[in-house]
């Protein structure tokens, strides 16, 4: 039970919410959308290397339209084997790429705040792979 006690970061949200956005009206802000200058397919690729590197999550595929990539993984949760979707977009803007994306789980009832933490690991994980430190992270909108 204190476990479940300390994963709940908002009980409003996450009794009630099986979403969680990587947007650029996040109240959140940690999970805004990001900006970097580098193409969209580098930062494509770097999100399927960071996403690589996390236990339980499966890439899925990826798809291109109109000049956005979507990238698609799911989580699968250790104990219970409940399924998260992780949708990640990239978009280049003028030489540069944002990052947006979604984290949903496949329950119609609140995720104790898995999908902000799955958000906030990949973005962890991307800094990592960009080597990117708390200095030098990209601005978010």
């Known amino acids: 039970m204190l476990a479940l006690y300390v994963a709940i970061d908002d009980p409003a949200r996450d009794f009630t919410t099986n979403l969680a956005l990587i947007s650029d ?7 805004r959308t990001r900006e970097y200058e580098m193409s969209a397919r580098e ?12 236990k339980n999550w499966e890439y899925i595929g ?12 799911e989580r699968t949760s250790r104990v219970w084997k409940l399924k998260d979707d992780v949708i990640l977009r990239v978009e280049e803007t003028g030489g540069r790429s944002r990052l947006t994306g ?11 705040g898995q999908n902000p933490r799955n958000l906030r690991r990949i973005l962890t994980e991307l800094d990592s792979v960009l080597n990117l430190t708390s200095q030098t992270r990209p601005a978010s909108n």
Request: glycine letters at 8%; zero cysteines.
């Open 102 to 112: 979604e984290s949903r789980s496949r329950l119609d009832y609140g995720d104790l």
């Open 43 to 54: 930062l494509a690729d770097a999100v399927e290397q960071a996403a690589r590197r996390i």
């Open 25 to 31: 009206t996040s109240e959140d802000p940690t999970l």
């Open 62 to 73: 990826t798809a291109g339209v109109d000049g956005k990539t979507t990238i698609v993984f």
